[in-house]
Each structure stands twice: as structure tokens, then as C-alpha cells.
């Protein structure tokens, strides 16, 4: 259900985990057509999926989240398919100071003794009160599309390039009780704590 919702509403769905400089995290990123949906919309749907999400892995059976785990971890023991994958991964150990060239390893051990309740404890420990989100909505107002080979539309498309101004736009009426507005970027991130960069090397 949530997938054919999800198919019919946005055209660019993808959830990733992140590691910036070693603080763990976890984003969804969505696109859609600024004529169909506005990005409060959007914004209201991820909520809606985070909520069925945890509702959908508290009601998985030990056995269907064994089989998950147990591909994950097939995923993880299959051996490079070319150099620049093997090249990848141990550079960025290199890059990040990390040098844990076996974190394959610990990850496969790491999943063997992970259970359904640690997912289903962390999972509402990061979605409960006092877990942090920032919601970030970029809306385009260009005059032109592109045409289906990628070049621009329209009679003016080869007049000189004009430069783009940030508009910070007012908070939709939909997101105004549960969010704080950020109008300024640099007084924003003026008051967040610094962390200091964290190494995962074991």
C-alpha cells in the first residue's frame, strides 16, 4: 500500500544512511513535480511513512526478520566484483583516518548477535520525544523546463545565465505547529553545539 501511494505521489524516492564526519544519521529524500504536490505535502508523507514503518517492523515475525538479516549478511560476504570496488572501500577508510580495512567483518558479527528489539528500541529511541529532525524544502520557481533531450525550453533559452538568490519562503500553514522555521542559516547553525569528529575503527 505504502509503496503504490508512494509510486503515484513522487517520482524520486530514496532513503539513505549518512556518516558525516562520523555522526551517524539517516535521511529521506524525496522529488516531485511542483504542479502536482508542494513540498509540505511531501513532508507530511514522510511522516506518515516513518510512522507505518515502525509499526510495519514491530509486527514482523522473528522469522521474517531473520531472512532479512541473514541476506543482509549473504550481501555483505559476497566478494568484490572489480577493482575500483575494493579500491573504493579501502580508500575511504584511508580518507576518513578510519583504517578499519575488515569493517565488512565486524559488520557481519555485529548483525549475528542483532536482534528484532534492538531495531524496533533504536528505531523509537531516534523517532520519540527529544530525537531531532531537519527538514530541508527546496522549491523551484524557473521559468523553463527542460525538453525531454535536456536542453531548455522556450524562446529565450539562450540568453545569459542569471544568477540565483536564495528566497526564504514563509512556513506553510500545514507544518506550523509541529516546526521551527529557519530564516537565517548561518544564525542557525551559530547556536548548534560542535561535535568533535568521530572515528568508528573498531
Known amino acids: 500500500k505504502n ?6 505521489l513522487w517520482y524520486h524516492v530514496y532513503p539513505t544512511c549518512r556518516n558525516t564526519s ?6 529521506v529524500t ?17 511522516e506518515e511513512f516513518l510512522s507505518n ?7 514482523l515475525t522473528e522469522d521474517a526478520f531473520n531472512t532479512q538479516v541473514t541476506a543482509l549478511i549473504k550481501l555483505k560476504e559476497c566478494e568484490d566484483t572489480h577493482l575500483g570496488e575494493e579500491v573504493d572501500r579501502n580508500w575511504n577508510e584511508v580518507v ?9 567483518a565486524h559488520e557481519i558479527e555485529a548483525l549475528k548477535s542483532f536482534s528484532k528489539s534492538d531495531l524496533v528500541n533504536w ?38 545565465c542569471e544568477v540565483m538568490q536564495l528566497t526564504y519562503l514563509p512556513t506553510s500553514p500545514l507544518l506550523v505547529e509541529s516546526t521551527i522555521p529557519i530564516t537565517d542559516i548561518r ?4 547556536t548548534l553545539n560542535l561535535l568533535p569528529y568521530h572515528k568508528i575503527v573498531k
Not at 22 to 27: A, D, E, P, R, T
Open 30 to 46: 524525496v522529488g516531485t513535480q511542483a504542479t502536482k504536490y508542494n513540498s509540505e505535502v511531501v513532508d507530511k508523507k514522510i
Open 187 to 190: 544564525a542557525f547553525t551559530s
Open 123 to 160: 528505531f523509537k529511541a531516534h523517532r520519540g520525544p527529544g530525537s531531532k529532525m531537519l527538514s530541508v524544502h527546496v522549491v523551484g520557481f524557473g521559468k523553463y523546463e527542460l525538453e525531454e533531450d535536456g536542453s531548455p525550453s522556450g524562446e529565450d533559452s539562450n540568453s545569459s
Open 22 to 27: 562520523g555522526i551517524l544519521g539517516f535521511s
Open 96 to 104: 576518513t583516518q578510519q583504517y578499519l580495512f575488515d569493517r565488512l
Open 53 to 59: 514503518f515502525e509499526e510495519k517492523i514491530e509486527n
Open 3 to 8: 509503496t503504490l501511494l508512494w509510486s503515484c
